[in-house]
């Protein structure tokens, strides 16, 4: 963790973490993170501040509509369904809590479109607890390193949460993402590059760079 913490930091970091080094707010990272599901973060960051710029509250938000919030954040995958979900998510945050993003796991998965990776990261990148993000990039690197052996992200973040120090936590997502789109790709990764490759397992690599 330390020589990537090094190493990763030369590298364009993952978009919500841009927003939160501008200290953006919860909420923000809420929609910017339901924005950037199934969509690259090259996108997601030039299509988020276009849809702050005009509104970047549960109330101004909820007032453009969903077919205004689906035209200023095409083209991200499945935009209507995001602007469905974002509507949604406004007016719960307005008629249950105030307009406040709540910093609880069990609640922020109530919310429509909300799953544990979006959760976990408003919890660690929104308010700064301790929460593990996995996400993808995350699962597929921990299984390649051999430190964990799942099938999918939810039972990667169970493991984890069980033997990674708690130091790590708020930290992993970053530095493993930053990682994945860099160099550990999902085919033919950059091993040669790979500041941990000594470390790595390799485990389901069946070729390299």
């Not at 988020?48 to 077919?67: H, I, K, Q, S």
């Not at 307005?94 to 919890?123: C, I």
């Not at 949460?161 to 992993?172: E, N, V």
């Amino acid at each position: 963790m330390a020589l990537l913490e090094r190493e990763m930091a030369r590298y364009t970091q993952p978009v919500i973490d841009q927003m939160e080094a501008d200290g953006t707010t919860p909420f923000h990272v809420l929609i910017a993170t339901i924005l950037s599901l199934r969509t690259k973060d090259t996108l997601t960051a030039v299509v988020a501040p276009r849809l702050f710029a005009v509104a970047d509250t549960p109330t101004t938000l909820l007032a453009l509509g969903e077919a205004r919030i689906a035209e200023l954040i095409y083209p991200v995958g499945f935009y209507r369904a995001k602007a469905r979900s974002i509507t949604q998510i406004c007016r719960i945050l307005l008629e249950t809590y105030a307009g406040e993003v709540p910093a609880n796991l069990d609640q922020l998965l109530a919310l429509p479109g909300v799953g544990r990776k979006t959760a976990n990261l408003v919890l660690s990148a929104g308010f700064g607890l301790p929460a593990i993000c996995v996400d993808i990039h995350v699962h597929r690197i921990c299984n390649r390193w051999g430190y964990v052996q799942t099938r999918d992200p939810d039972a990667t973040e169970m493991v984890l949460r069980g033997q990674l120090p708690a130091d790590y936590w708020l930290r992993i997502n970053r530095l493993l993402v930053t990682l994945g789109q860099q160099i550990c790709h999902p085919t033919s990764p950059r091993c040669s590059q790979c500041p941990v490759a000594l470390f790595c397992g390799r485990n389901g690599v069946q070729r390299s760079r």
